[in-house]
């Protein structure tokens, strides 16, 4: 443990590997920011808080075994003379999960459906378990791909749980503006949906053996957040302009 504090090779391979495991917690740190925009405000911070904890608790326990992991790798069954491990079966579920997911919240924004307002407690309580369930499933597929993919690119445990650790603190202090980004500005939220849909495609394609570069997928979604933030400032700039305007005649 203390060799590794003045090896160089583990403190680039912590650098390394903190920054892979930041960039694939993109997609947790998106899938958390929709879920918890339909909750009141201090209920979607616990839920907020709740599904960081369990994907850093997930990824620790992931990390410690091991063994269960790289056996997950191994076929149980095969398709069209391709196998299908475990790791694979899990992508591909929580793919289509996301797929269906964010298909659904797509629908319900453009619907625009009001929810019942009998027994409000009730149903509030229900919506923050339900999210909560949905983040835990989520956490799960997330934490799984990023493990298996700090397994292959680092050999040290202690650097693999100090590249989780950073990446957990990086998610948690993105998580807050994200998420109120996005509540504040709904055109947002389509997008993010948008972006859900795409990891969920990618993810299904990794079950079945087709790795879709994330590099592509990451441009795509960087550029697209790039235009609806100037789209964002246009508006708000328009707005302002507008009141000016007003204030100018009166």
Request: aromatic share 8%; net charge neutral; no cysteine.
């Amino acid at each position: 443990m203390i060799d590794l504090l003045f090896d160089p090779n583990a403190w680039a391979a912590l650098v390394a590997l903190s920054v892979l495991e930041i960039v694939l917690g993109i997609d947790n740190v998106i899938f958390i920011s929709v879920m918890v925009s339909r909750l009141p405000a201090a209920q979607a911070k616990r839920a907020r808080q709740i599904g960081l904890a369990l994907a850093f608790v997930f990824r620790i326990i992931l990390l410690f075994t091991l063994t269960w992991m790289m056996q997950l790798t191994a076929p149980f069954f095969t398709v069209f003379e391709m196998g299908i491990s475990g790791r694979d079966i899990i992508l591909i579920g929580g793919g289509l999960f996301l797929i269906a997911k964010a298909t659904h919240e797509m629908h319900a924004e453009i619907e625009a459906r009001d929810e019942p307002a009998s027994d409000e407690d009730t149903a509030a309580g229900k919506a923050f378990l339900w999210v909560v369930t949905q983040l835990a499933l989520v956490d799960l597929v997330f934490s799984l791909d990023s493990i298996i993919t700090a397994i292959g690119m680092a050999q040290e445990l202690e650097i693999m749980v100090a590249a989780v650790v950073i990446a957990m603190i990086v998610m948690y202090a993105a998580s807050g503006p994200v998420s109120r980004f996005v509540a504040d500005h709904p055109t947002t939220k389509m997008l993010a949906l948008a972006f859900l849909v795409l990891i969920g495609v990618a993810l299904v394609a990794d079950g079945f053996d087709v790795h879709i570069p994330r590099g592509y997928i990451y441009f795509a979604m960087a550029f697209a957040a790039a235009v609806e933030v100037v789209n964002v400032i246009a508006g708000r700039n328009r707005k302002r302009r507008q009141t000016l305007r007003s204030r100018g005649r009166q």
